[in-house]
């Protein structure tokens, strides 16, 4: 799947402006700066397909990818942005949630936790819509490379833990790092099987 082409396709503001969900489709959300921009340059193999999402604002839109010609992969905007005005929060919002409720053909929901700060309340609520809208969601720990061998194991403990409370969580969690590669294949080959 990685392997053929890979193309940006559009940004979405407004739930008009979707591509017909006629592809199998997954999408990644996570918290700004979690690495969610490396980890699908990392996948795609195409390093600055994913623009690095760190100013409120310019990132309230939904970006579509084409995976070869069977899959959509959808890069959700950044949330958690300390000084965000209330009314692009409430805008990204109510957009998510009318996409993550209207989507048929939306497979899974990535979730990116950055590894070493655990799940967040703002993670936790993400969670929570997702369970609302009946989207499997799977958690991908980021930035893996940067957590101590001997530190992992709490880490994954307090994680599991905040998944535990989430009908809509999948078991599986995967770590990455964009950097050394670290699940990166894993990744790849869960959404190859998402058809
Ligand atoms: P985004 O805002 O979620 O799109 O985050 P970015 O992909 O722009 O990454 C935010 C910062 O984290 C950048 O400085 C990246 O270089 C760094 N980063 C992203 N992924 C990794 C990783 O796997 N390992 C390490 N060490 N740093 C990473």
Request: with cysteine; proline share 4%.
């Amino acid at each position: 799947l990685f392997a053929g082409e890979v193309d940006f396709l559009k940004g979405v503001v407004a739930m008009d402006g979707l591509p017909p969900d006629d592809r199998a489709e997954v999408c990644f959300a996570g918290r700004s700066n979690v690495g969610k921009s490396s980890l699908i340059n990392a996948l795609t193999g195409r390093k600055g397909l994913a623009r690095a999402s760190n100013t409120p604002g310019r990132t309230q839109e939904i970006n579509f990818f084409t995976l070869a010609d069977s899959h959509y992969l959808v890069d959700l905007p950044g949330y958690g942005f300390a000084n965000a005005p209330v009314a692009v929060v409430e805008k990204w919002q109510r957009l998510l949630k009318q996409y993550l409720s209207g989507r048929v053909s939306l497979r899974r929901a990535f979730v990116l936790i950055d590894m070493r700060h655990g799940v967040k309340p703002v993670d936790d609520e993400i969670m929570t819509l997702l369970d609302r809208a009946a989207v499997t969601f799977q958690t991908v720990l980021t930035k893996a490379d940067k957590v101590k061998a001997s530190e992992r194991e709490k880490i994954l403990a307090q994680v599991r833990g905040q998944l535990a409370k989430h009908p809509a969580a999948y078991p599986e969690i995967v770590q990455t790092s964009s950097e050394k590669g670290d699940g990166i294949a894993t990744l790849r080959s869960i959404i190859a099987g998402l058809a």
